[in-house]
């Protein structure tokens, strides 16, 4: 089991959208779809593209670079699971999201990318 990281609360995150937080000079994309909380890389593998801005629809976000698309539950492309992107465990306890990472420092900080 990884290092739990506080990220921020419930609230910070509204439902459809998406939040970026930086651990361990890595970039990781949170989304929260109907209330259910996801982290993967915010890294397209393809070409780099930030996922955190992509199209969600039933669980699976959209690279807004080139349409790849990477399910939310396991960073897998959905045309070929053999790709992946990293994916993380999301908790929540009470009011506080926790991303469930490496062991390392906290997060450097939040920022919202205005996805909803
Ligand atoms: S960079 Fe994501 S599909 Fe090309």
Known sequence: MGQ???IG???DI???????VTINQKDIAVFRV???????????PHMGASLSGGFVEEGV????WHYWRFRLSD?????????????????????????EVGAGPAPDK???TGNG
């Not at 509204?14 to 970026?20: E, F």
């Not at 109907?34 to 397209?44: E, R, T």
């Open 9 to 11: 609360k419930v609230s």
């Open 75 to 99: 960073g897998a492309w959905a045309d070929n699971p053999k790709v992946k992107t990293g994916c993380y465990a999301v908790h929540v306890v009470g009011d506080d999201v926790q991303l």
């Open 110 to 112: 939040g920022k919202s």
């Open 61 to 64: 976000v959209t690279c807004p």
């Open 34 to 44: 109907n209330g259910q909380f996801f982290a993967i890389d915010d890294l397209c």
């Open 4 to 6: 739990r990281v506080m």
């Open 14 to 20: 509204p439902d459809g959208g998406s939040v970026v």
